[in-house]
């Protein structure tokens, strides 16, 4: 059975009106409406709740809503007339978490509880879990990595399943360089969620974590939250900022290679992947990537990923598709010589001898010293 938590109290006692996430500043109080009896105005609440409902786009649920304003103010009425009421309480914490008023929600549970405790996992004891994982999550958008940490074990040891409390913990953890209690956090999570890849790619970092140090792994983690956003060019930022703070952090140099290929940044790529490269766990992928980002430096990203594609399709037995890449290519780099040869190539197998002539008369005249080119440029010439 779930007893008043000492966490959860001295959360409740410690935390500051900033808790607040939604609305950030206070709703104007609604008229208190007077009601007979609890049993009243919790009839009241439950029909001004679901004519919310039916009223506003679904998932927009606020406080600053007149409906929901109404409804709460009726909750809060039927716990005035009856403080000891379990449906008027419980409907009261139902109210503001549905509409995401997450300080007044976790104080509602509270008081719930003190009536009605709630074994861990139940329902009521994962609405409360609710109010903690989003108030913990503010915490960590504002930088209280303590207050943060706080709030998410409150929802653990409220909800043991929930997947998103475990995982945000592990990550305030992870971030405030607290590698072990990081490391059983993520394989809590695990548990609970064993194919989810993105745990599996943080436990691995945890367990390096103390390589990088605490600065690095937390500028790489909030680019990962940055790339989870979908804001890349502040994620690249982010990545970048961790391999200045541990040169031999691995990971953050292949993010910010892959996301500056992504952003058509060759010049980022290149140094990115340099780093990576320069390492003892560098990959055939870093050093063939570091050569797509110095290739794309000389003749464009857009060229040399065209026609490694083009190549692609060439070796998968794809004629027709590789001669359009690679005649794309040259469109993209009229200077792109390599890609003019295997235009040539492709279209001299395909005995288009006047088509492969004008490919290779391109690649010979961009590179002379392309003896293989000048050779079949003779051959496409002679028709044979």
Known sequence: MFRPLPLLTALLLAAPAAAQTAPQTPAEAAPTPTFASAAQAITEARRLADEARRTYPAGSASIDQALWKAAASAAEAA???DPGNVDA???RAQLYTEVGFWRQAELSWAALFRVAPASPGSADARGAATAQYHLGYAAYTRGQPAQAAASFAACLELDPASVPCATWAARTALESGDYA??????????EL???DRTLTYFRGLAANASRYGPAATRAFSRAYGELEA???AQALAGFLEATRSAPNFAEAWREAGRLALELGDAAAAR?????????PTATDSDRYNLALA???EQFGLRAVQTFRAAYGRYVAGDRAGAEAGFLEATRLSPRYAKAWAWLGRVRYEAKNYAGAAEAYGQAVALDPNDKSSAYFLRLAQQGK
């Open 181 to 190: 209690g990081a490391l059983r956090l993520y394989d809590r999570a695990l």
């Open 193 to 195: 969620a064993p194919s």
């Open 294 to 296: 110095q290739e794309g």
């Open 79 to 81: 716990v005035t007339l």
């Open 230 to 232: 979908g804001r890349r």
């Open 89 to 91: 309480l419980r409907l």
């Open 271 to 279: 140094a990115a992947y340099q780093g990576a490269a320069a390492l």
